[in-house]
Each structure stands twice: as structure tokens, then as C-alpha cells.
């Protein structure tokens, strides 16, 4: 069993940054891949980046590459988000997942477990 706990998130400028950050609890926390994804009211889900567990594999989706950084600690059971140069379209709720399996993962439906979501607004 994981729980993850999302942070960070906030009301910002267009053109300016933020950092997410997710905590996760239990002693396996490194061997599960992570995942961030957001969500619009009323849109499906959407993939915004991807790492391994060893944070060797990255991916990311095209609307946030360049922008969007994903990384993680092990050490604290952490994953980051750091998203510059945010746009409105940006907007979202954003959740971490973690993946009982060892690459990355871009399907929301594979993974196992979800924290509960941070609010970021990008205003105009």
C-alpha cells in the first residue's frame, strides 16, 4: 500500500513558475514508477510526465515538454513537478500516481494508487 500526498500547488502568472511536489509513505516507495497527471472539470484525465523508479526514464507529454521537469528523491520518498513558464491551458488539477512496475507509464488506468490532487490556477 502507497499513499501519496501532493503539495505545491497555487494561483499563478502566466509565464511564471511553480513546483509540485509528492510525498509518498512506505518502505517500497522506490521501486514504484510515478506519474503526474491533471484534470480539467468535465475533461478525462490527462498525462503530464512520467519517471522511472530509478528516475532513469523520463516522458513527457508533448504539450508540457521544454517546460515541465519531473524528478524524484528516493532518499525522501519524493517526486517532483517543476513547471516554468506556465500557461492558463495549464489549469488543472494535478495528481501524482505511483505504478507497481519499474519503467514509466502514460495510461492513468495502470496505475495503482493516487494522491488527492492539487489545485493549480495560470492566470491570464
Known amino acids: 500500500q502507497v499513499q501519496l500526498v501532493e503539495s505545491g500547488g497555487g494561483l499563478v502568472q502566466a509565464g511564471g513558475s511553480l513546483r509540485l511536489s509528492c510525498a509518498g509513505s512506505?518502505?517500497?516507495?522506490?521501486?514504484?514508477?510515478m506519474g503526474w497527471f491533471r484534470q480539467d472539470p468535465g475533461k478525462e484525465r490527462e498525462f503530464v510526465a512520467a519517471i522511472s523508479w530509478s528516475g532513469g526514464s523520463i516522458y513527457y507529454a508533448e504539450s508540457v515538454k521544454g517546460r515541465f521537469t519531473i524528478s524524484r528523491d528516493n532518499a525522501k520518498n519524493t517526486v517532483y513537478l517543476q513547471m516554468n513558464s506556465l500557461k492558463p491551458e495549464d489549469t488543472a488539477v494535478y495528481y501524482c500516481a505511483a505504478h507497481r512496475g519499474t519503467y514509466y507509464y502514460i495510461a492513468a488506468t495502470e496505475y495503482d494508487y493516487w494522491g488527492q490532487g492539487t489545485q493549480v490556477t495560470v492566470s491570464s
Open positions: 512506505g518502505r517500497t516507495f522506490s521501486s514504484y514508477a
